[in-house]
């Protein structure tokens, strides 16, 4: 039965939500018309809705601004007094990505929830339509505020800061390796097993909003035998940070710690996450490049977000004046909801 004391504004930014398989190529590609305009009569039943089209584009060609655009016009609907939450759809592969810059940079209590498909919109067991329905579900509950921006996929409903892509093709793909879901979506209600909990939100300054592409971190997988050679060209162009994807609970190979510590010397925030799913990265190593090391350098300890997200939490950092004091103790804060 529809609830019409809510109303939820659904953002279509592309993806294969809104694509159709071609039979004849079997590739999947973007058309000419959008998809889920026909299925908006059917979520009409459930929740007050409107449907808007803001990008049409594969979520590889989702870029930092096209992010910024996306999270000023999410504010500017979540500012209307009729409207309970926002609903973005979204391509899957950079979905987490845009989801963390929107937890980051829309403040507020209303629900933002970011869905989409693993399969097109022809394809037989699309996951579009009933991912659509469960997110304006999530988005028009009045339980759903003070969570910041949610990811609902396959009737779970993860955290946007916890939340990840762990396969390439199953309609659960979108699992939180941490922490789990947050809640649920059933036939009957929306159910949260967390209590309550908005977050860190940061402003993005004008004179940077239309530089944000031009913030140049790049990401560093460690793996074994590691040349120092391959990380030679962090020394010789400007890199406004790094993201360090080390061992286990935060060890890299000795022969780059000279490259980590010349990069903290120049004011170039270095940010280390694990390349494990689970855990945290901790100083209890004190051999050269253990997690001990690398804290007396200056290697920022950063917890609870994989190496993509924590570009994006430095970026935003960045653009947002934060100093390099600052950045540390923003990496240090935690995000658990406990």
Not at 110 to 119: C, D, E, L, N, Q
């Amino acid at each position: 039965m529809r609830d019409i004391a809510k109303k939820v504004v659904i953002i279509n930014t592309g993806g294969t939500i809104a694509m159709r398989l071609d039979r004849a190529t079997g590739s999947v590609q973007s058309s000419e018309d959008q998809p889920l305009h026909s299925v908006q009569s059917i979520l009409q039943e459930h929740v007050s809705c409107e449907m808007m089209d803001l990008f049409h584009i594969p979520s590889p060609h989702m870029t930092l601004e096209m992010m910024l655009e996306l999270s000023e016009v999410v504010q500017k609907v979540l500012d209307r007094d009729d409207i309970a939450g926002v609903v973005v759809t979204h391509g899957t592969d950079t979905l987490e990505e845009t989801a963390y810059f929107l937890d980051l940079t829309v403040p507020g209590d209303k629900p933002v929830v970011v869905t989409g498909a693993m399969r097109s919109s022809n394809e037989l067991g699309a996951d579009g339509p009933l991912n659509l329905l469960q997110s304006i579900r999530v988005a028009g509950a009045e339980i759903s505020r003070g969570r910041g921006t949610m990811v609902v996929f396959n009737d779970e409903i993860h955290a946007a800061r916890e939340v990840t892509k762990t396969h390439t093709s199953n309609i659960a793909a979108f699992q939180s390796p941490e922490h789990g879901p947050i809640g649920f979506v059933t036939k009957k209600q929306v159910t949260f097993n967390q209590p309550a909990n908005r977050g860190q939100v940061f402003s993005v300054l004008p004179m940077l909003s239309q530089k944000l592409n031009e913030i140049e971190i790049p990401i560093l997988k460690v793996v074994t035998g590691m040349n120092p050679k391959w990380l030679q060209f962090l020394l010789y162009a400007h890199f406004d940070g790094v993201v360090l994807e080390a061992f286990g609970a935060g060890n890299v190979p000795p022969s780059i710690v000279p490259i980590l510590s010349a990069l903290i010397k120049r004011n170039t925030p270095v940010v280390m996450v694990s390349r494990c799913f689970n855990g945290q990265v901790q100083d209890i190593y004190g051999y050269e490049g253990g997690g001990k090391h690398l804290r007396e350098i200056g290697v920022i300890f950063c917890n609870e977000l994989n190496s993509q997200k924590a570009r994006i939490k430095l970026i935003v950092l960045l653009s947002s004046g934060t100093s390099i004091a600052g950045i540390v103790s923003r990496f240090m804060e935690s995000t658990s909801y406990l």
